[in-house]
T-cell receptor, first 107, second 111 residues
Framework: KNEVEQSPQNLTAQEGEFITINCSYS?????LHWLQQHPGGGIVSLFM???GKKKHGRLIATINIQEKHSSLHITASHPRDSAVYIC?????????FGAGTRLTVKP | DSGVTQTPKHLITATGQRVTLRCSPR?????VYWYQQSLDQGLQFLIQ???????AKGNILERFSAQQFPDLHSELNLSSLELGDSALYFC??????????FGPGTRLTVL
């Protein structure tokens, strides 16, 4: 069992739909990261959160430390949101990554 | 643009060779992280430096080494290259252990 698991692995949505990507982790962490990797390969850090909820534009990230679960939501999805979304959990002096969720938003 | 630069963008080399990847962090960031992303293994943390000192070590092979210089740029040295070392290598920088800003990556192909 991976220490950081994401679901779904692939997700296809129509423009405008509400998207949810889930991340469960088994390692003890102080904060969880959500990353976005564009088709060209570049990685952007979206959120780092240790409790509750954070919002940035149409993106919302939540975390439940007790349940070791985090979700990334995208409201009013757009084709430009198409990317791979990766959650990452720092553990001691290491960082463990989920396998990523490939999101495709169709116009 | 994250403010983190990496050179070269692409690198093609042969098995057994040695290469050096370079990373310049954002101005003011003291921490530099190196990551490897291969098709079969996904993203893996390699090593972290903070203000010139090694801070954390992940799945870094003995054939790989890194350092951070006084001007805070960092280099990742990969030696005795194998086909399996072909991957995207990212560096990221941050202020202490806060949000990380990723560079564009170096795509290494070992033939």
């Amino acid at each position: 069992k991976n220490e950081v698991e994401q679901s779904p692995q692939n997700l296809t949505a129509q423009e405008g739909e509400f998207i949810t990507i889930n991340c469960s982790y088994s390692v003890g962490i102080s904060a969880l990261h959500w990353l976005q990797q564009h088709p060209g390969g570049g990685i952007v850090s979206l959120f780092m959160l240790s409790s509750g909820k954070k919002k940035h534009g149409r993106l919302i990230a939540t975390i439940n430390i007790q349940e070791k679960h985090s979700s990334l939501h995208i409201t009013a999805s757009h084709p430009r949101d198409s990317a791979v979304y990766i959650c990452a959990a720092p553990n001691n002096n290491d960082m463990r990554f989920g396998a990523g969720t490939r999101l495709t938003v169709k116009p | 643009d994250s403010g983190v630069t990496q050179t070269p963008k692409h690198l093609i080399t042969a098995t057994g060779q040695r290469v050096t990847l370079r990373c310049s962090p954002r101005s003011g960031d003291l921490s530099v992280y190196w990551y490897q992303q291969s098709l079969d293994q996904g993203l893996q943390f390699l090593i972290q430096y903070y203000n010139g000192e090694e801070r954390a070590k992940g799945n870094i092979l003995e054939r790989f080494s890194a350092q951070q210089f006084p001007d805070l740029h960092s280099e990742l040295n990969l030696s005795s290259l194998e086909l399996g070392d072909s991957a995207l290598y990212f560096c990221a920088s941050s202020v202490t252990n806060n949000e990380q800003f990723f560079g564009p990556g170096t795509r290494l192909t070992v033939l």
